[in-house]
């Protein structure tokens, strides 16, 4: 699935946590195949706001939806927690 151009401030938090290199390595793997076991692509709850995650990494993950045209746009890259 085809990403939309990240904003600025997203450019300078994946530089800030030295994510870029794993943010271009998800970022092609989401491209060709949204559903790669790596990625761990899930929808969040509650379901209907439309809001997914996918994994950079163990600590951090991009949070995207779909846009109307079909492309995903993501809108923040947050640390993932586990509930206990």
């Given at each position: 699935m085809e990403t939309k151009p990240l904003r600025?401030?997203?450019k300078d938090f994946l530089k800030e946590h030295n994510l870029v290199k794993k943010w271009?390595?998800?970022r092609e793997l989401?491209?060709?195949n949204?559903?790669?076991?790596?990625l761990r692509v899930e929808l969040l709850e509650p379901k209907w706001r439309?809001?997914?995650?996918?994994r950079l990494d163990k600590k951090y993950r991009a949070l995207f939806f779909?846009?109307?045209n079909g492309k995903a746009e993501v809108f923040k890259v947050t640390k993932h927690y586990?509930?206990?």
């Open positions: 600025q401030d997203l271009e390595k998800a989401f491209a060709k949204i559903k790669h076991p790596s439309g809001i997914y995650s996918f779909i846009t109307t586990k509930k206990s």
